[in-house]
C-alpha cells in the first residue's frame, strides 16, 4: 500500500512538473474548444510517457519538447493546487522550457504557481 501511495505520489508530481513546463513554454494557450475528462487524462498520460526521464534531470528529448507545446494547458494547470505546488522547481521547470527553445513568460498564473 505504501509503495503504490508513493508511486501516485511521484506520478502526480511528473505530471505538475510537466504542466507547469507546458506553462512555461510559449504556445500555452491552445484554445480549441472545452476537452472532454477522458482527453485531458490521455493528453496527460502520453506527456507523462513522453518526458518522465526529464524528473529525473534528464535534459527533455525531441519528443517531449514536442508534446510540451501540443498539450492543452488547460488540462494540466487544474493539478496544480496548493498542496502540490510547493513540490515544484520552477527554476528547472524554466530550464528544461529553455532547453525545448523556448522563451518563459514572465508573472503567468497555473493553478496555485505563478512564475517569475
Known amino acids: 500500500m505504501e509503495v503504490m501511495k508513493m508511486r501516485e505520489s511521484t506520478k502526480m ?4 512538473l510537466l504542466g507547469l513546463v507546458i506553462v512555461l513554454s510559449g504556445d500555452y494557450v ?3 474548444g472545452a476537452l472532454t475528462q ?6 496527460r ?3 507523462v510517457r513522453a518526458c518522465k526521464p526529464v524528473v ?3 535534459p527533455p528529448s525531441g519528443f517531449c ?5 501540443v498539450t492543452h494547458v488547460e488540462c494540466v494547470c487544474s493539478r496544480i493546487t496548493p498542496k502540490i505546488a ?3 522547481d520552477v527554476n528547472y521547470a524554466i530550464s528544461v522550457v529553455q532547453r525545448c527553445g523556448r522563451s518563459v513568460p514572465r ?5 496555485s504557481i505563478t512564475t517569475p
Open 13 to 16: 508530481g511528473l505530471i505538475v
Open 30 to 32: 491552445k484554445k480549441v
Open 38 to 43: 477522458a482527453q485531458c487524462h490521455e493528453e
Open 45 to 47: 498520460q502520453i506527456l
Open 56 to 58: 529525473f534531470r534528464v
Open 65 to 69: 519538447c514536442q508534446r510540451l507545446r
Open 86 to 88: 510547493p513540490l515544484i
Open 107 to 111: 508573472h503567468f498564473k497555473c493553478g
